[in-house]
């Protein structure tokens, strides 16, 4: 297997890495040095509409094409070019999608025996929570950004933390909004109980900040923090809507995450809510079983084996020229 990307893996890997470069003066696989024999390989891309040519590659190769993408997408303007995602899907041997909802709505249009589920995870170790640490923190980990509710996590946190004086929060990223970001939170009064850490994505570097969490709270936008959250056992607290990346459709409301749908006092609420250790373990004890049963590395890489699967199936069928 040779995996072709514009970044070089963060560490070693068992297949062969090929750094992908783009020719913007060419169309088709020719403007890619992507080594895809179409009588014999497989390639599976994302669909990204803004690159002409790799959407040349989808609607003119003959050999195998497998999309891997969200489905239709969430944000409002996904509306409008939901006939041009339907056209690829169409043309391609087959789609897989990251969730069994993005699947079901390309289903309502296109044979279902071409569509699979390889729900997004990460391969991640066994997870053992250190006993010894206290959880006394509400968690947010990822990037800094306006569409991520973080101004309303941190005036909700000074309405907890005016009644708790125990707890505190952690902020775990990097971005844009870092600087007013501070400016809130010492505004806000309890800027002694906010901690800001430099982001990390690797599950060591989470670790000592997931086995000290209550819950880990996305406002606006949640994403793979889900499956880390649920990794480590820990709920999520978020807030229903169209603006989530897919993985939003892991939460489960009252069973491994809390949702509010009002502003910020309503999300002071909810937090406090899992105060309650009883309710806390309840939903953590959730949060894993989830993980375990359904984002296991195992599930998603069946999806992609399914699909595989199919296209070789396609091959032996099609007629000899």
């Known amino acids: 297997m040779i995996v072709c ?36 390989d497989i390639l599976i891309t994302g669909l990204d509409l803004r690159n002409p040519s790799l959407l040349s590659i989808i609607f003119s190769s003959r050999g ?13 303007g996904s509306f409008f070019i939901r006939p041009l995602r339907l056209i690829a899907a169409a043309r391609v041997t087959a789609s897989i999608f990251y969730t069994e909802s993005g699947r079901d709505q390309f289903a309502r249009w296109l044979a279902n025996d071409k569509l699979f589920v390889a729900r997004n995870t990460i391969a991640l170790a066994c997870f053992e929570a250190d006993p010894t640490v206290c959880r006394d923190s509400y968690l947010y980990f990822g990037d800094y950004r306006d569409e991520k509710g973080l101004m309303e996590l941190l005036d909700a946190f000074a309405v907890v933390a005016a009644e708790h004086p125990s707890v505190r929060l952690v902020l775990v990223g990097s971005g844009s909004t870092e600087a007013s970001m501070k400016t809130r939170a010492n505004r806000g009064g309890f800027s002694d109980r906010i901690e800001f ?6 599950p060591e570097g989470l670790k000592k900040f997931l086995d000290r969490a209550i819950a880990t709270v996305s406002p606006w936008h949640v994403g793979l923090s889900v499956v880390q959250s649920f990794w480590a056992g820990v709920p999520v607290v978020t807030r229903p809507g169209n603006r989530h990346a897919p993985e939003f459709e892991y939460c489960v409301e009252n ?25 806390r373990e309840e939903m953590a004890r959730n949060a894993r079983k989830y993980y375990i049963e359904k984002l296991d590395i195992e599930n998603m890489v069946q999806g992609f084996e399914a699909a595989i699967a199919f296209c070789e199936e396609r091959r032996t069928l099609r007629p000899s020229i």
């Open 5 to 40: 990307s514009q970044e070089p893996p963060k560490s070693p890997t068992d297949f062969k890495w090929m750094h992908l470069q783009f020719d913007k003066k060419k169309f088709g696989q020719h403007a890619w040095n992507i080594p895809f024999d179409v009588e014999n």
């Open 255 to 279: 069973e491994n995450s809390l949702f509010y749908r009002g502003g910020a006092n309503e999300l002071a609420r909810v937090m406090e809510r899992l105060l309650n250790s009883d309710l």
């Open 197 to 202: 850490h430099p982001r990390t994505n690797t």
């Open 64 to 76: 195998q094409v497998v999309i891997w993408s969200h489905g239709f997408g969430r944000r409002w």
